[in-house]
Each structure stands twice: as structure tokens, then as C-alpha cells.
């Protein structure tokens, strides 16, 4: 690599002395400015912006001590100073260091000595402009590595956040979509039309009580607006009958287990999972004499154990095509407590005794 030329900048009053500096330095190639005072030597340093400066401690206008001084200040990069002085008191040589400098010369000049040093601060300021180089250069790397992690980290915060709001917006239409096929299921049955979002309160509240976790009793309010959609396929003069059923209508509604339970046969979500367990095991008892499986205590789904106590506590408390007057919440709870062991998980109506205040509360709060 060919190397700059390099620039020496001489400040020294004598012209004498001026000139022998000069002559020994361009006998070595080096480039060198010269001034006869501080002013113009300042002057020099600031435009010319010289690799060295042999700088006599006595001028005319300043001491080189002052001039030494502002020269560092202003300089950005480090550039030798080499004070060339007659005075050989130790307390100059302080001065002279706390000014900045960064050797001495003595008088009268000894034209190796001056060689070998210039040569020496020249090597050792190379080196100085590379580190400053390399760890400017490293700089702005860090710098543009910085920019780019900054620039990728919101690129990915942006994508998240898309995800975030999208996953949030599949859940709710999922929700919905649920809740708008429960109600579908109940449409055609007038007196009941609120009843699947009873239902889910109830469900919602038992499950809580009965000590499951917030998540858990959230997909099972979820899934508890399906429990009744087999009815879906049962006819209008059964499901609509305001009479007492015969043993074979008594059949076909006792069937809207079945055909729930088939519409969400073979679930891909945990959500539909429990809507069947749920549409299918409703009206199953704790004693084994429910329907459509005759299953017997713990043979019945959890899900489908809270969703009948819920079902039934809402049905009692809601005026239907077959009963007349419906029951008080009291009545109704005292019929839950009777049922407990043979109709009910015993579990699941002390569950359901606990929170009885909260679960009116919850029916209240479900009214139109
Ligand atoms: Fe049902």
C-alpha cells in the first residue's frame, strides 16, 4: 500500500534553526510547512492538517506551551507534538506534558536524533490513524447491524401482532358461529328461545365451581350452546306438542341425543369434542336410568354431567309448551338438591348448591 505523503508542520521563530529543521527533514522526503510564530502556525495546522509538529516552546507571540495546548483541542485526530526547547528544568518538561506534547527535542538540534524521533512518533501515529480507522469502520457496522435488528425486530413485531388479531378474529367468529348454530337449533322452539344462552352461563358457572380452570369452563360454555342442536331433526308436531307426549313422540324427542351426537360425530377440535360428549350424554343420570346410553356415574362425560344439572335447573325455572307455571329459583334448587346421587353427580350439585346465588345472578344477567 503506498502511503500518503507525509506533512510536517515546523513552528519555530529563528530562521535559522527554521531552516536547519526544514533542510533535515526534506533531506528525508517528508513534505514540511514552516511558520515563524504561534498565530500563523495555528493557522497552518488548522488548513494543512500535518502528521507531526516540531513546535519551539519560545515564540514571539505565545509560548509553545499555549499553542501545544490548543492544537490538541482542536484536533479530531492524534497528531505528535514535539516540543523543541533549550531548557532542560524538569518543571518545563512538566508543563510541556500537561500541555499535551508528546516528546521533547533538545537545542541545539542533532540531526539523527531528530530523524529517529520523527520516525518513531510517525510509525506510532500510523498505527494510532489504523486502530481509529478499524474501530470507526467497526462503528458503522455495529451501527448498520443495529439498524437492520431494529428494522427486522418490527417486521416480526408487525407480523405477530397480524397473527394476534387474526388468531383473535377466528376465535370470535368460531364463538359465534357456535352460539348462532345453538340458537338455530332452539329457533323452532318459541318458548325456549333463550335457553341455550342460559345454558351457558349455568354451564360456565358450574364448571367454575365444580373447581375447573377459567380456560376449561370458557370451552365448555362454548360447547354447551350446542347440547340441544339434534333437535334440529325432530318434527315440528312432536317438538311443538303442547299435549302430553305419547310413548312414541316421548321417542323421537328422547332421539334429539342421537342425532346431535351424529351431526358432531368425529370432531377435529377440542371444542366440538365436548359438544358431543355433551349432545349426546344430557340426559344420562347419575343412577343409570337416563337416556340414550343408560349410561351410570362416572360412565358420563363431566361435560354432559354440568350440562344436565344447568339443563334441567333452567328448564323448571322457564315457562315451557308442556308445563304451565314455571318453578321459583328456590323450588327449583330444592329439586337439584333431591336429585343429588340419583338424577345428578352428586359432585356437581353441591358444585351447583355453592354457587347457587351466582348462578341466579348469572340467569338474571342472561335475560333479555
Ligand atoms: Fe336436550
Redesign the pocket.
Known amino acids: 500500500m503506498v502511503e500518503d505523503p507525509t506533512l510536517i508542520l515546523v513552528v519555530e521563530d529563528n530562521p535559522a534553526n527554521r531552516e536547519l529543521l526544514v533542510e533535515y527533514l526534506e533531506a528525508e522526503r517528508f513534505d514540511v510547512v514552516e511558520a515563524g510564530d504561534a498565530r500563523s502556525g495555528f493557522e497552518l495546522f488548522k488548513v494543512r492538517r500535518p502528521d507531526l509538529v516540531l513546535l519551539d516552546v519560545m515564540l514571539p507571540d505565545d509560548s509553545g506551551f499555549n499553542l501545544c495546548r490548543r492544537m490538541k483541542s482542536v484536533s479530531r485526530k492524534f497528531v505528535p507534538v514535539v516540543l523543541v526547547t533549550a531548557l532542560h528544568e524538569t518543571a518545563d518538561k512538566v508543563e510541556g506534558l500537561g500541555a499535551g506534547a508528546d516528546d521533547f527535542l533538545s537545542k541545539p538540534i542533532i540531526r539523527e536524533e531528530l530523524v529517529a524521533r520523527t520516525r518513531s512518533h510517525l510509525r506510532v501515529k500510523r498505527m494510532v490513524d489504523k486502530v481509529e480507522m478499524y474501530q470507526a469502520e467497526l462503528a458503522r457496522f455495529n451501527q448498520r447491524l443495529q439498524e437492520e435488528v431494529d428494522l427486522r425486530t418490527r417486521q416480526l413485531q408487525g407480523a405477530l401482532a397480524d397473527l394476534k388479531r387474526a388468531k383473535e378474529l377466528t376465535e370470535q367468529t368460531q364463538q359465534e358461529i357456535i352460539e348462532r348454530l345453538g340458537i338455530a337449533s332452539e329457533y323452532r322452539d318459541q318458548e325456549t328461545g333463550n335457553h341455550v344462552r342460559r345454558m351457558s352461563h349455568l354451564v360456565h358457572e358450574l364448571a367454575l365451581a365444580f373447581g375447573l380452570s377459567s380456560a376449561t369452563a370458557e370451552l365448555f360454555r362454548q360447547a354447551a350452546a350446542l347440547?340441544?342442536i339434534g333437535?334440529i331433526g325432530v318434527r315440528d308436531h312432536v317438538l311443538l306438542k303442547p299435549e302430553q307426549l305419547d310413548e312414541g313422540e316421548a321417542e323421537l324427542i328422547r332421539e334429539?341425543?342421537i342425532i346431535g351426537a351424529s351431526i358432531l360425530a368425529n370432531p377435529r377440535t377440542e371444542l366440538l369434542h365436548v359438544a358431543c360428549q355433551m349432545a349426546r350424554s344430557?340426559?344420562e343420570r347419575w343412577d343409570g336410568l337416563g337416556y340414550p346410553d343408560g349410561l351410570k356415574g362416572d360412565e358420563i362425560p363431566l361435560p354432559a354431567r354440568l350440562c344436565t344439572v344447568a339443563?334441567v335447573f333452567d328448564a323448571l325455572t322457564t315457562r315451557r309448551v308442556y308445563r304451565r307455571e314455571p318453578m321459583s329459583y328456590q323450588e327449583a334448587r330444592n329439586e337439584i338438591l333431591q336429585g343429588s346421587g340419583t338424577r345428578f353427580d352428586p359432585a356437581v350439585v353441591s358444585a351447583f348448591d355453592q354457587c347457587f346465588v351466582r348462578v341466579m345472578q348469572a340467569r338474571e344477567a342472561a335475560e333479555p
Open positions: 347440547h340441544d333437535k334429539h341425543t344430557h340426559h339443563d
